[in-house]
C-alpha cells in the first residue's frame, strides 16, 4: 500500500474536508485524488475537469513546484498543496 | 423537537388570524449564492431564507413541482468546477451531486463550465430533470438530480457542433443552452434554445431535433439561414396553450403558434425608441395572449442596462399586436440596471405576480400583472435567477 501524504486544502475546497490539512494515499497525483475524492465525495471534480486537466484556476504543487501531470508521482515525505490561482493564499492561513 | 401543544377548543375553532406564512416561494440565484424568499398569501410580506452556498455563483435554483420539495441548485465558483446542489427538504440541508452534468472524456473533448439551465422533466417522468450547460450541453438526470448523463447525442452531433460553434463565437460568460421545454401533453415533445445556435425542437424524446428558426432574423449583414448565428435569449411556452410560444431573442421579440415553424416578429409593435432588445420574457399563466418582457439597451457595446436608465416592463395582452409601459413604482431615472434572461418569473395568483431580480441585486415584485412595482430586498448580489414555486 501507498504511503500516506500531507496533503494541504485550498480553502474553497474546505467544506469537503472540514480541515486545511489532510492524509490521503497514491503512488501519482491521480492516485492520490481519486482517493481524496473518496475519503471527500465530488472534490475532485471541483478541481480535475471531465477531460482529466487541472481546472484553469486550481495549481497544485508538490513539494513546492508545480504539476500539471496527474502522472506524476508521490512518494513518502511529499507535501501536495492544492491551491486556488491568482487570488489563492497560503493554505495553512 | 418541541412537543405538540394539546388542542383546546378555542383553538380548534378559531379561524387563522392570518394568511398562511410562507407557501409563495421565490427562489433567487446569485452572483455570490442563493435565497429563498417566502411569501405571505397575500404576497406582500416576505423573508429571506439566505444565504445559501455564500460566495457560490449559483446560475439556477429551481423546485420540482411534481414534489413540492426537491431543490436543485446549479453551482461553481470562479475557481472551482461547476456542480449540482440537492435539497430534498426546501433548503433545509443541500446534498451535493457524485456526478454532475459533464461531457465525456475523449480527445479534444470539451468541458462544462457551469450548468445554466435546469428542467423538471414531465409530470409522468417522476425524478427526470433536464440541464443545459455552458458551453452548449444538454444533460439528464433520472434520479432527482443525483446523477447526470449526456442526453440525446447531441452534444456529439457534428452538424449540432458546429451550430453551437466553439466557446470564442459565445458570449464572454459563455455560450449557453436554454431555455428547455417540455410539452405537458407529451414528455417526448422538447425544445431548447441555444445563445447562440437557434431553437430547436424533438417528437421523439431526443433522437432527432430539427431547428426551428424561421421568421427569427440575426444580426445585420449575416445569412439568417445558417443556424449558428441566432441568439435566442429566453423562450417560453404558453402555460395555457402548449401550442404558443413566445421568445426574447437577441433580434427582437416573437412568437410562434404550432403547428406552424415560422416565427412571427411581435416586437415591431414596440415604441420605437424602446425597441425589441432584452433577455427575459414571461406568459401569464391563464392567458396565452399576455406576456411581459423587460426591454434593455442593445446599442453599440451592447450596454445590457435599462434604456436611458428609466426601467419599464412591457406588457401584451393580445399577443403581442400592442405592448404598454408598466412602470409604477419603479425609479424614474438613473437606475442602469437589467435583468437576466432567467430573472423574470410569473406566480400562478389572482392577479398573477410578477417578480424580477435586477443585475444590481435588487428584487421587485408586482401583485398586479406589471400595473405597479414594489422593491421586496436589495443589496443583494447580482440577480441570474428568479423562479416561482407554491408550495401552499
Known sequence: MSASVKVLIASPLRSYTGADEVEARGDSLAALLADLDARYPGIRFRMIDEQEAIRRHMRIFINGDPVKDLSHPVGVGDEVCIVQALSGGSARN | ?392
Request: with cysteine.
Open chain 2, 1 to 392: 423537537m418541541a412537543k405538540a401543544r394539546p388542542k383546546t377548543k378555542s383553538s380548534r375553532t378559531k379561524k387563522p388570524s392570518r394568511p398562511k406564512a410562507d407557501g409563495n416561494l421565490l427562489l433567487v440565484a446569485t452572483r455570490k449564492g442563493a435565497w429563498i424568499y417566502r411569501g405571505n398569501a397575500a404576497r406582500n410580506t416576505w423573508r429571506a431564507d439566505g444565504p445559501h452556498f455564500l460566495g457560490q455563483i449559483i446560475n439556477h435554483l429551481m423546485l420540482d413541482p411534481r414534489d413540492g420539495k426537491t431543490l436543485l441548485a446549479a453551482a461553481s465558483t470562479g475557481h472551482l468546477g461547476p456542480t449540482i446542489f440537492r435539497s430534498t427538504n426546501l433548503g433545509k440541508s443541500w446534498e451535493e451531486s457524485p456526478r454532475p452534468p459533464a461531457f465525456k472524456k475523449q480527445e479534444g473533448g470539451r468541458t462544462v463550465k457551469h450548468t445554466f439551465w435546469l428542467t423538471p422533466a414531465h409530470a409522468n417522468e417522476p425524478n427526470v430533470w433536464y440541464a443545459g450547460t455552458s458551453p452548449q450541453g444538454l444533460f439528464r438526470s433520472e434520479d432527482g438530480g443525483v446523477t447526470w448523463n449526456e442526453f440525446s447525442g447531441l452534444n456529439d452531433d457534428p452538424q449540432y457542433r458546429e451550430w453551437m460553434g466553439t466557446e470564442q463565437d459565445g458570449t464572454p460568460d459563455g455560450p449557453k443552452l436554454h431555455s428547455i421545454i417540455v410539452d405537458p401533453r407529451d414528455p417526448q415533445h422538447l425544445y431548447f434554445a441555444m445563445s447562440g445556435g437557434g431553437v430547436h425542437e424533438t417528437l421523439d424524446g431526443g433522437q432527432h431535433w430539427k431547428p426551428l428558426i424561421d421568421g427569427m432574423e440575426v444580426v445585420g449583414g449575416f445569412d439568417p439561414k445558417t443556424v449558428t448565428f441566432h441568439d435566442p435569449h429566453c423562450v417560453r411556452l404558453s402555460p395555457s396553450n402548449p401550442d404558443r410560444l413566445y421568445q426574447q431573442n437577441h433580434c427582437g421579440i416573437y412568437r410562434l403558434d404550432r403547428p406552424a415553424t415560422r416565427w412571427t416578429r411581435i416586437g415591431k409593435a414596440m415604441p420605437a425608441k424602446i425597441g425589441d432588445v432584452g433577455f427575459p420574457m414571461v406568459v401569464h399563466p391563464r392567458n396565452d395572449e399576455t406576456a411581459w418582457v423587460l426591454p434593455m439597451d442593445g446599442q453599440t457595446v451592447w450596454p445590457r442596462t435599462a434604456i436611458n436608465g428609466e426601467p419599464a416592463i412591457y406588457g401584451t395582452s393580445n399577443g403581442g399586436k400592442k405592448w404598454t409601459r408598466l412602470d409604477q413604482g419603479l425609479p424614474k431615472s438613473q437606475a442602469w440596471w437589467t435583468v437576466k434572461r432567467q430573472a423574470f418569473a410569473a406566480d400562478r395568483g389572482a392577479p398573477v405576480g410578477l417578480y424580477f431580480g435586477t443585475t444590481s441585486g435588487e428584487l421587485w415584485a408586482s401583485r398586479s400583472e406589471g400595473k405597479s412595482w414594489s422593491c421586496i430586498a436589495r443589496h443583494l448580489p447580482e440577480i441570474y435567477a428568479v423562479e416561482t414555486a407554491d408550495i401552499g
